[in-house]
């Protein structure tokens, strides 16, 4: 069986890397779907998806887990709710579940036959991406909330001081 | 003469069946244009152009009106006002004269020439698509403020649902 | 059940009447659906989706077809052959049966689970929209190849002046 | 040395005239981009980037500044903020130097290695585009912040009534 | 009176110099709009908009025509030719005369109720940009067909170079 | 060092899977760009994205690759060349070394700043995509082209009938 878990993952964190072990331990395969692939630079969505990607990826190996079982996959959004489930199936690898939490996404998929699990059972509220992009802005510490490969992405990119400084914007 | 009715019909209810009667009362045919088409899946816009479409339809037959007078047609937004008008005017037949309310639906048509009356004076404000949705979410009865066709659609996809599901969420 | 006959229907000929014919035959609705909706003014595509809805309303009610079992609604191309029959559906009331005549496009609805008629059985050959611009533009006989209603607005837009004219050019 | 002078310009007013001339007076040229070209109907954006392109020209006129050294390029928005820098410079000509306010734009022209000069230092806040806007729909006096041929173009094309109707609405 | 002319001016040519020579003897003033803005990298749209647009800026500076009469605009294609027109007049200032050629951009113009005048009558085939691609593209002689300022620029962006690079390309 | 492999991939041959394996032996990590991702269901561009992305990633696994030092991203067209290699940049990690063959492709990147390897050299002509397409539709054998893993992916997909159906259109 091949999962699908959808995600925008701003960033990646533990709580994101908590629940990918859990639907392995219940499926043969994963599709991680980075969701508004085409968002970046904005105080909710700091990082591009060629960002993203990177870091889920050495999220996963840092973890051990076997990248033959993971497919990493950017998804632009489509701006039209009815088609987007749709879009969604032309740009990955055939799946029969999902692994979601956001209610308008469970309800497309749910509409469009889908066996849908709600992530938030799975601890998702101990981790979040908003709590991690917060205590960025404010200065606090914020790398024990992310795997090891995703802080020294952001570091890389100097992921803090682009949050700090678009935070002073209301967006373009 | 024909004229022009435009609304978003979130669902289409009594209020715009009656202005519908009215403008055909002044005027030979007329365009019913489904604004807002691309939209579905949300709290202010949860049904698709096609379940509108129908909507529309089926509460005309209900209603008695002569089908040949009246042309439903969905038109999707195009987010540069400045062009909307002629747009929308690539999209249907020909008409001289405009129906609307929004200020700003108003203004383009004016700014482009044409009659505008408003449909604010036509009772609108005791039927509102906005009461129909709210009363669905909280699980009040909304049936008595829509035509019985519409009613019925509405069963049929099982929109209660859906707007209910969605109104949990915080859009895509 | 209800019926789809997809088509471009520049412009719409007596074949295609005859087809729609055949269709309420066999079928208690049909949606005529007026497919690159969003293209006009081209030698292969000369008439906007306002021009090509009000002629094929105008036929049927030349041909005495009941406009409540008729829905006429323009599509516009999106571009993604893989989204194009989900894109059709979010626009359309629902439907069971497709006719189609362009290879993809059957192709398209087959893959989606559609039932497919074929219209090329149904004499389609001996009409053609492109026999119609031709003789437009070559300055032939055309009108006895459309219902009368179709000759008249062509005629009300000055549609064999805008062909010819456009026949010179390339294209933008 | 050209330098790049990015802004919504809705409209141009006094406190940008001021910036140009200081932008003159330290380089040789200046590209004077229309940010939001597409945009034009709505309280925050009245203006189309037509309207806004003679104003511009007609106030540097007017303050007699040698048309050879002032380039004005209308951007249309991209919606994706990676991309935006990268769009702007395809459709102007080359630049070393940006002035920008903004924080996410200065943002972007930063990651995308140019050297830029915040405007707001110069004077911005004693002048600005919704204080003009705001005493359009209130009924005050405007005039006195803006170049005589911005007031005229306004004039011309009614302006204070179209934002006035607008202000009613709540948007398209 | 202002005039439009309109033209791709891949790339500005002497033909096109001589051409708005006649257009200032005939207007006050004269909008150059700079067709497909959006394109460039191909064999037939070499040059991007910004390109373009400093080669008209330079080619009128080098001919001694006052720059307060002209203005210069870019303008993206929008790929529905019965919004094309519309398209246009919200990025310009307002024109009452339209200069072009091309069979097509006539048509759309004449329906939209403008006097448009053909180029065509106007030297134009004495000199053409698809001649000055193709002697790029073969190594011959090029430079006299332009005027000196346009010359300058395509070497300091190693035009030559890019045409032929692509020529051996089918186009993306 | 980690590498850019772009390609279209309709389907991942041989040739592809010879290319991709001297790429790993040149640099640390790959990244394998499927181009024209939007596209499907045409002769030229049979499969979806996310059949092509399993079609890689199973070529790989079957070649013993180790799947960390590979990265698969769909990129969709943006029909702006001056913007392609920009929409690229973001969507995918950071990048210093480009394998490419188009012309046009190598241009870009070249006029980008990249170091671009062309991949004609590396047997490409002995294996080709329209080759394998041309076999299907003519009802020839193709497997022999391709890995065992796409060939089997092709199967449960039906690619042969669904790129024979659309051989007999003209496309959308």
């Known amino acids: 069986m091949r999962a ?16 990918l072990k859990e639907i392995l331990r219940e499926n043969e395969e994963v599709i991680v779907a980075i969701g508004s692939a085409q968002l970046s630079h904005t105080v909710r969505d700091p990082f591009t998806a060629g960002e993203r990607f990177i870091m889920i990826k050495r999220a996963c190996e ?40 956001e209610p308008l996404t469970v ?14 059972m799975m601890r998702r509220n101990e981790y ?30 100097d992921g803090e001081r682009r949050i700090l400084d678009i935070s002073k914007s209301d967006a373009k």
């Open 4 to 19: 699908l878990f959808i995600g925008r993952f701003q960033p990646f964190h533990l709580g994101h890397l908590f629940i």
């Open 62 to 101: 840092g973890a051990g887990i076997d990248l033959a079982r993971v497919h990493i996959l950017p998804i632009e959004d489509i701006h039209r709710h009815a088609l987007w489930v749709r879009h969604l199936e032309t740009l990955v690898p055939t799946f029969r579940r999902v692994y979601a939490n």
């Open 107 to 120: 309800r497309l998929f749910v509409e469009a036959g889908y066996e849908v699990r709600k992530t938030e």
């Open 128 to 157: 979040s991406g908003s709590e991690v992009r917060r205590r960025m802005i404010e200065g606090l510490e914020w790398r024990s909330l992310v795997p090891p490969g995703v802080a020294e992405i952001i570091e890389e990119i």
